[in-house]
């Protein structure tokens, strides 16, 4: 087998389905939710059964039709609110395809954290695919601000995934708090059991709106720091139907102590990687929380998924100072091409299902001298030659001693050509199966990038024969 990439990661779902149940936040019914195992590229979906039909609604962004105290998404009169804690656990597990079924409204608010979802998880555990991940991979700096309340969200280029978060009330027992996540796996210890909280003085308007009605000391910080008398303080708990409470000073009410001191400011990093969650896609970026809230956070993951609509692929990343996995000489030992035809330069990327190769266009191609000489444009039928080439590469890597084997062009379909190539291009070649391998056969589509756009793009079948 030829050299695989060492960031070749699988796609996810759980080993086996296991529920939840409590009260839910808003409406205060009791509520069970039953999180399953689903197939590949299916993505994250919640399925309404309470509903005749029962209804089911994609965890993205597009869907999100409220952000007030909570992430709610809805397909016509259907809807799903509190999912935001449930998401950020299958995100931070890195479960990228799974069902959430729930008998009501909303999930359960359980204790006002991810806890019982990561333990849940942890318990059934994570069963890899055979399908790879699909990353949303920044590339520069993304940026979405709400200069009404100094919300920002912003996403900076890594190689990896951490969220960094600051929080700023006009408070005085909750002021400026910052909390970090610098690792996914690191979520359930540090992040996970972080509590949802609501300012006392918040509480008889949300009352009034007909929300928070499940809500309790137990499953929310409730912060007092606004001076009240003790009967405003009875009849809040009165509408709350919690016992009252003797408060004499400022600060939280809760029988539980906070789990630290910033608690608040990691649930708002819980938040946002539960939104971020709908995007679709795992990214790779840093990204920089400051004052975040589910509609700005909604908002950032619906410009990401408005980016992944305008082109299905991303360019791949391309560091010339990286080794690459097939250098020139590994290509021609597997492939029969020689000058003038061998169209590709190296091989960066390898996986079980694509392949990215790069080719270096320069003036002094050979079909430049006829394709034209007073405006040279490498011709649309070497570009597919150098995608079959590519993908040739990609059929010899599911075979042992691929240099026993050669591949050769069946058909071609729905080619595309979108943009010149011109001397000076770095071509950046995409090829995927489409369909897993039958009898030797392999579909696979391809295309070409120069910088982020994609310049031809077509379907091709290949069939790989040993050499005789």
Avoid: W
């Amino acid at each position: 087998m030829i050299k695989k990439e060492n960031h070749d990661m699988k796609q996810r779902t759980l080993k086996e389905s296991f529920s939840v149940k409590g009260k839910g936040l808003h409406t205060g019914i009791e509520i069970e939710a039953t999180i399953k195992p689903a197939p590949e590229n299916t993505g994250r979906s919640f399925v309404r059964i309470d509903i005749e039909g029962a209804p089911a609604i994609d965890a993205v962004a597009e869907n999100v039709v409220s952000t007030i105290r909570g992430t709610v998404i809805g397909k016509g009169d259907v809807r799903v609110s509190t999912i935001e804690h449930c998401l950020a656990a299958l995100y931070a597990a890195g479960i990228d395809n799974c069902v959430i079924e729930v008998n009501g409204p909303e999930l359960p608010i359980l204790d006002g954290s991810a806890a019982l979802y990561c333990s849940e998880i942890a318990r059934v555990g994570v069963e890899e695919q055979e399908a790879e991940k699909d990353f949303y991979i920044v590339k520069s700096k993304i940026e979405v601000r709400d200069d009404s309340n100094g919300s920002s969200i912003i996403v900076m280029p890594d190689e990896d995934f951490s969220i960094d978060t600051m929080v700023a009330y006009d408070s005085p027992v909750l002021t400026n708090q910052f909390a970090t996540l610098e690792k996914l796996d690191e979520f359930a210890e540090k992040i996970g059991g972080s509590r949802t909280f609501v300012f006392v003085r918040e509480i008889e308007p949300l009352v009034d709106s007909n929300m928070i009605k499940g809500g309790d000391l137990d499953n929310a910080i409730v912060i007092y720091d606004s001076p009240m008398d003790q009967s405003q303080l009875d009849h809040i708990a009165d509408l709350m139907n919690v016992p009252h409470k003797n408060v004499n000073q400022f600060g939280y009410l809760n029988n539980r102590e906070l789990t630290s001191e910033n608690e608040p400011a990691k649930h708002k990093l819980m938040d946002v990687l539960g939104d971020i969650a709908l995007i679709g896609r795992p990214l790779r970026g840093k990204i920089i929380a400051t004052r975040p809230g589910h509609t700005i956070n909604t908002t950032f993951a619906k410009k990401i998924r408005r980016e992944i609509k305008r082109q299905e692929l991303q360019a791949p990343v391309y560091n010339p100072n990286e080794a690459p996995v097939l250098d020139n000489n590994r290509i021609r030992e597997l492939l029969p091409h020689r000058y003038p035809f061998l169209l590709v330069d190296k091989v960066i990327e390898m996986g079980t299902s694509h392949i990215v190769g790069v080719k270096n266009v320069t003036v002094n191609e050979p079909f430049f001298q006829g394709h034209f000489p007073q405006e040279p444009v490498m011709p649309g039928v070497l570009l597919v030659e150098a995608m079959a080439q590519t993908g040739g590469l990609l059929v010899l890597n599911t075979v042992d001693e691929p240099e026993r084997y050669s591949t050769y062009f069946m058909k071609i379909d729905n080619v595309k050509f979108r943009q010149k190539v011109v001397p000076g291009d770095t071509l950046l070649f995409h090829i995927s199966f489409m369909t897993p391998m039958r009898r030797g056969c392999a579909v696979m589509k391809g295309y070409v990038f120069v910088g982020e756009k994609i310049v031809a793009e077509c379907e091709f079948m290949a069939q790989i024969v040993k050499n005789k």
